[in-house]
């Protein structure tokens, strides 16, 4: 999922977007063009304006507040200018990311500068803090309490006490941290690379695939980056050194371009963390998530590492005994080869061929089942509504219970030029109860039809679906809160992954898969033996992913919990690649560059495997029963997720579960 935490907020502000005007076309000259902006820009600087100017204006009508203070006066004018800045966050955060017009991307970009520097400066303003902290709420309900807890800690941990020298130095910073996060990001979606191949080279892909990829003027068949293009290729390219040269380019992208930029973010967030006495970034950063410190985060590393040690060594020993078919003197297997040699085993040894499963999941039907489930399941409806967004292939939505609309979301699902290159799902709106619906995107980068060619889908590419669309689910019903620091996905960040976590388990079950799986061609559901065989499979090489997770989450936490002058990135990537990777370090390769969550996560990406653990826990009140019931689904949605961040996590999990959550289910996950 993709975060955008302002830097000290009361409010989660996460990213948001809305329909623009269309651009119409007409002869400006350039000079004038280039000042003037296009129209789409145009219209979204003024939207965006007046959403500033809104906020500004309920930060003066709260401090001009005269006699007691008081949940009305205060709290909700308060609540005021959280929903103008999730309003303009939001919607700058996804536009930077997704419009196609460089104008309103880069007006974009200066607008989430301009929110955070104004949450910035409201984040230490003592008067705004004092205020807040006058308000008595010892006889409100819970949920205020909380809210109230959130927003007086968060002032406190943005400096708000200190002098006034420290609280200018803090914003600077804070503008800095913004402008160098921003650039770390927008250098990995610049980045266009492409490899060029000899058709021969093209050898054990799908059909389809080699369809959608035809040798240019030159006799050559050009590759991107793009994961539609690069994921399937490591799995069933039969030339290893083509696989090692893609992989060397994917691994580069934003090379060298962000080295500079995140040796300077880093040093930045070290300044920050320690002008509000902390040791450390990631000691910051993490004081507030469920695990508690960063000090735990490395013991729990360390834990699954040791946990998931013999997996590893058996999966590893698999994949180069089936190496050794093709070369007897290899003696490992390295990193552009564990895709190709996992799926070699998993067919050979267990019988599935992914390309199998291919035709039956046919984007469309993918979509629809997934709607349907999700409804089926929540007892929601979805209504697809007709809109003019910033790309004529985005669709929109709308979420209905019992005949009242509840939310709505968009789906950006292909890829295009100048698009943000992952999966995730953007927090567009978040939802005030009886004010305003719950409005999300998910964003991601699936295959697109091509003619008469069927868009078919990995069954990763599913999962991922499945997965984002957890997260969309959890904004939309999380969204009904009074307070917006409540509302939607507001939980601590380490537990944000768990729901859509968990949600991934349903693409495993047979009875889900056979609503929607049809092969493209005939119809026919997905055959519950050949699911079986998925399953089968999916067991295989989970020691090398958990591995390889622990070392993404290890490069983070050590980026963040040491000095950062001096430090080198390249260093910390090989010392981690080293101590956790299955493939250790990959010669002159750069993968910190590209690796996007370490500005929305940071330190924080250990959350992907602590999530996990509550997922596998709280999938067990599910396991053995039918998935596609909504008896469960009910007390899940009620518990967990339509509290949104009106409680601690651990609460809300303990209800759901009635007992405090462990790591036991998914340390019995890796061991079996």
Not at 42 to 61: F, M, P, Q
Not at 129 to 156: C, E, H, N, P
Request: net charge positive; glycine share 6%; with cysteine.
């Amino acid at each position: 999922m993709k975060h955008n935490r302002l830097m000290a907020a009361a409010t989660l502000l996460a990213v948001l977007g809305a329909a623009l005007p269309a651009s119409a076309a007409r002869k400006v000259p350039a000079a004038r063009k280039a000042a003037a902006g296009s129209p789409a820009s145009r219209a979204y600087r003024t939207e965006a304006s007046g959403e500033l100017k809104a906020a500004r204006a309920s930060i003066a009508r709260l401090k001009a507040v005269q006699g007691p203070r008081t949940v009305a006066n205060t709290l909700d004018v308060w609540n005021e200018f959280g929903i103008h800045m999730d309003r303009l966050i939001n919607r700058a955060g996804l536009f930077q990311e997704v419009h196609p017009d460089s104008m309103v991307r880069d007006a974009a970009q200066k607008m989430v500068q301009e929110g955070s520097k104004l949450v910035s400066e409201v984040s230490t303003d003592p008067a705004v803090y004092a205020a807040l902290k006058a308000v008595d709420v010892s006889g409100q309900d819970a949920g205020t309490k909380f809210m109230a807890f959130k927003a007086l800690r968060d002032f406190r941990r943005s400096g708000v006490d200190k002098d006034d020298s420290t609280r200018f130095r803090l914003r600077r910073l804070n503008d800095d941290l913004v402008l160098y996060s921003q650039k770390f990001d927008l250098n990995i979606s610049a980045d266009k690379s492409t490899i060029e191949m000899d058709p021969r080279d093209l050898e054990g892909m799908p059909e389809d695939y080699i369809k959608g990829h035809p040798a240019g003027s030159n006799g050559k068949v050009t590759l991107t980056t793009a994961y539609p293009d690069i994921y399937p290729f490591l799995t069933y390219a039969r030339s290893n050194n083509a696989r090692r040269d893609f992989q060397k380019i994917f691994q580069n992208r934003a090379y060298p371009a962000n080295i500079g930029v995140l040796d300077t973010l880093l040093q930045k967030r070290q300044e920050y963390a320690a002008t509000l006495g902390y040791p450390n970034w990631a000691a910051y950063t993490i004081e507030t998530n469920m695990i508690g410190s960063d000090t735990a985060v490395a013991t729990f590393l360390d834990r699954l590492a040791a946990v998931s040690k013999a997996r590893e060594d058996k999966d590893l020993a698999s994949l180069l005994e089936r190496k050794k078919k093709d070369d007897p003197t290899a003696t490992r297997v390295n990193y552009w080869e564990g895709s190709y040699y996992s799926e070699l085993v998993k067919r050979e040894q267990y019988k599935f061929d992914a390309q199998e499963v291919r035709p039956y999941f046919e984007y469309n039907r993918v979509k629809k089942g997934i709607l349907g489930i999700s409804a089926r399941m929540f007892g929601v409806e979805f209504r697809q509504v007709k809109m003019a967004l910033w790309h004529p292939s985005v669709e929109t939505y709308d979420v209905f219970e019992g005949g009242k609309k509840i939310g709505r979301f968009h789906l950006d699902m292909h890829p295009r030029a100048n698009k943000f290159s992952h999966a995730a799902n953007f927090q567009m709106v978040t939802g005030i109860k009886g004010r305003q619906y719950p409005e999300a995107c998910l964003v991601c980068n699936f295959p697109d039809a091509h003619g008469k060619d069927p868009a078919l889908m990995e069954h990763d590419d599913v999962e991922t679906f499945f997965h984002e669309f957890g997260h969309l689910l959890h904004h939309i019903f999380g969204g009904q809160q009074r307070w917006i620091s409540n509302s939607g996905v507001a939980t601590e960040q380490d537990f944000v992954e768990a729901p859509s976590q968990m949600l991934e388990e349903w693409v495993w079950d047979t009875a889900v898969l056979q609503t929607f799986a049809r092969h493209y061609k005939t119809g026919q559901p997905i055959p519950a033996e050949m699911v079986q065989r998925m399953r089968e499979a999916r067991d295989f090489g989970k020691g090398i992913t958990v591995r390889q997770q622990l070392y993404y989450a290890g490069l983070s936490l050590n980026l963040h919990n040491r000095e950062a002058r001096g430090l080198s990135s390249d260093g910390v990537m090989q010392e981690q690649a080293a101590r956790y990777s299955p493939w250790g370090y990959v010669p002159e390769t750069h993968m910190q560059c590209s690796f996007g969550h370490l500005t929305g996560y940071s330190a924080v990406y250990y959350t992907y495997q602590w999530s996990l653990a509550i997922a596998k826990d709280m999938f067990s009140a599910f396991k053995g029963h039918d998935l596609l019931s909504p008896e469960t689904a009910t007390r899940y949605r009620k518990t967990v997720l339509a509290a949104g961040g009106s409680a601690p996590a651990a609460e809300l999990v303990h209800q759901f579960l009635g007992r405090d959550f462990g790591v036991k289910a998914y340390e019995d996950y890796l061991n079996n």
